[in-house]
């Protein structure tokens, strides 16, 4: 199924809000909160690197990569390979992101896994590992038949756009469970910090939504779904 209208002025909309929103993650954790560290007195700045490596990688790169096929202008086999590798990094990021979460409650005697958040989050990074492992397997290396990738290929886009939009779904949430956080500490409710967090979750839901326009459109070649 395909919108009748090209997908790439919609992958030109997608690339501008990832734009915006790695400057508005970055303003707000390095310049309100006090910057990233991997070690630190301050635990708060080894949390701050949770949100950095979720949406940079898990969003924006994942995002970009689904995208690539409608927005690169090379081969088949070269988007293949750079939605394969973008995926895997943003995978590794993800992975690392959540890392620092933990990194974060243990250091700071918190404790893990009690929010609805850490649940769905745990369950989206397994799910995104089993759809990147098997798309690997299927479509790379060692490679379904013909016929297993034809009946895969519908399976696995719709599969990735589920996994993806319910990492941004889950991105909002985190970004309002820490918003509440600090409230509930102080922050000012519309105070220009509290401003930021909220329009950042509006732009990444603005980057799911064209990110999923640019995969319902045409793409400049025809969209071969059985020739793999
Ligand atoms: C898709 C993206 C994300 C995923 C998969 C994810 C996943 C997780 C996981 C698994 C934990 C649990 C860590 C533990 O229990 O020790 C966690 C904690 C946390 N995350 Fe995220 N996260 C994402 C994005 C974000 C974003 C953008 C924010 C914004 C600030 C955020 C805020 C938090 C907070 C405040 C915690 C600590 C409280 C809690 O465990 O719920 N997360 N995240
Ligand atoms: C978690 C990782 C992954 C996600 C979320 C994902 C998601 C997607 C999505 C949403 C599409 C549809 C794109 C479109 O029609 O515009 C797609 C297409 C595709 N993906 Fe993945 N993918 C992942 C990993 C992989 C891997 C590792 C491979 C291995 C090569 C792969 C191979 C393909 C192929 C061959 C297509 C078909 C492109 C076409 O329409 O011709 N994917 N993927």
Redesign the pocket.
Known sequence: MALAVPALPFTFVTHGIAVLGLILVLVWTIHFRGGLAWDSENKNLI?NI??VL??VG??ILGGEAIISYKSLPYTKETKKLIHLVVHGVALVL?II??YT??K??NESGIA????L??W???G??VLYAIQWIYGFLVFFYPGGTRSLRGESLPWHVVFGITVFLL??G??VV??L??LT?LENSGLAKYGSEAFLVNFTGIVAVLFGVFVILSVLSESGAPVEYTAI
Do not use: Q
């Not at 893990?112 to 929010?115: I, P, Q, V």
């Open positions: 949390f949770h949100p979720m949406l898990f969003i993800g992101g959540i979460a933990f974060f409650h893990n896994l009690y929010s958040h850490s769905l989050g745990i989206i990074i990492a941004v889950n991105a985190g970004l469970e820490k956080f």
